[in-house]
């Protein structure tokens, strides 16, 4: 243990050397105290960086705004935050289901009589009586059919020959109809389905395969027929009061393409354009003349826009999940769970 020597005894040169050998120790401690600071700081910083990178890691669609699509082969499982045991298992009170019901009138009728003879007594047995009915909903065998358009012609007593005329939608000698070109629409902008498949399908449903090139000819005629419906909505949702808007990545010819949409209650709306933002946005003409309020999920171009503005409130419950799950903050749970926000199943 170090004592403090006997000052009096010290001569001036040796407390000049004390002195100077203090000081160098306090120089000594200074410098160490400055390394431990900066270590300290480095490692906080470090620490903090750690923490950023295992959270970026941690994301998925589950809790920030990342889409399914980026989860790739680590898609999550689904995991409800609702409280277990707070509701009973099946349908809630007050939610209406769904089941087949009998209808009045039957498209057909088949009877089942009892054998001709009583079995008991081998006596003819008289006319029955119906006493259960079951239905059974199916649908009938599907085949196409051919309507053949004939013109005809008369010749007057005044020598002039008078002839009928084909609809204007028979124009060739041999052609599909509205119908099936429906169907092939549907198939392809509704169920996603592809071209090649669509045009099999159409064969084993209906024993009528179309080719492709006939899938991407009924899909240019619905275009220019819905074309004016698309405008009218587009112009209609210029106006509404509040409009929902996203967009999701989709290939196109093998690149990457951005399917946008703008929606409200009633109203949908939906492009395809190869840009995200406002390149995307100028070329619809849609979002530039919305002036009300705008329901997104905070992506930059969308706060470029001279709208008012509202934050989408299932991303905040990811970011919220996210909050929870990886960063055990115990009040973002209660947060989501005393929202008036329906959650989704996953």
Same mark, same amino acid.
């Given at each position: ?12 040169a ?11 120790q306090?120089?000594f401690?200074t410098e ?6 900066a270590?300290?700081?480095?490692v906080?910083?470090?620490t903090?960086?750690v ?7 941690a994301?998925? $669609?589950?809790?920030s705004?990342?889409?399914? $699509? ?12 609702r409280i277990?045991g707070?509701?009973?298992n099946?349908?809630?009170a007050?939610?209406?289901?769904h ?5 009045a ?17 081998q006596?003819?047995?008289g006319?029955g009586?119906?006493v259960e009915?079951r ?8 085949r196409?059919?051919?309507a ?9 007593t ?12 028979v124009s060739?000698p ?14 392809t902008?509704h169920?996603m389905?592809?071209?090649a498949?669509?045009g099999?399908?159409t064969?084993?449903l209906?024993?009528?395969p179309l080719s492709?090139?006939t ?17 009218a909505?587009?112009?209609?949702l ?7 808007a996203?967009?999701?990545?989709m290939r ?8 946008h949409?703008?929606?409200t209650k ?13 390149k ?9 003349e ?16 001279m709208?008012k ?7 905040h419950?990811r970011?919220?999940t ?6 055990q903050q115990?009040?973002?749970k ?9 959650l989704?199943?996953?």
């Open positions: 243990m170090l004592t403090l020597p006997d000052l009096d005894r010290l001569s001036h040796d407390k000049d050397e004390l002195i100077r050998a203090l000081f160098a306090v120089r401690l160490q105290v400055s390394t431990l600071t270590q300290v700081a480095q906080e910083t470090l903090a960086r923490a950023e990178l295992e959270g970026r890691l994301l998925n $669609s589950r809790n705004s990342k889409p399914p $699509s980026s989860d790739g082969l680590n898609k999550p499982k689904p995991k409800s935050l277990a707070q509701n009973p099946g349908g809630q007050g939610h209406k289901g089941t087949l019901k009998k209808v009138q039957s498209d057909h009728t088949e009877q089942h009589r009892p054998p001709a003879n009583c079995a008991a007594c006596r003819p047995l006319e009586m119906v009915t239905q059974v909903f199916d649908i009938p065998p599907l196409f059919e051919v053949e358009h004939q013109v005809l012609e008369s010749r007057c005044c020598g002039k020959v008078c002839r009928g005329v084909f609809p204007e939608t060739a041999v052609q599909y109809g509205p119908h099936i070109k429906a169907v092939a629409v549907h198939l902008h169920h389905m592809p071209i498949r669509t099999s399908l064969g084993d209906f024993g009528l492709d090139a899938v991407l000819a009924a899909i240019e005629e619905a275009k220019d027929r819905l074309q004016p419906t698309v405008d909505i587009a112009n209609a210029k106006t509404a009061p509040v409009a929902h996203d967009e999701t990545g196109v010819a093998g690149k990457l393409n951005w399917m949409f703008l929606a009633t109203l949908t709306w939906v492009g395809c354009h190869p840009n995200r933002g406002k995307a946005f100028d070329s619809f003409g849609v979002l530039a919305f002036f009300g309020t705008l329901i997104h999920d905070g992506w930059k171009s969308y706060r470029e826009l709208c503005h509202g934050l989408c409130n299932i991303h419950v970011e919220l996210c909050l929870h799950e990886e960063m115990a009040w973002a209660r947060l989501i769970l005393n929202s008036a926000v329906n989704p199943p996953a």
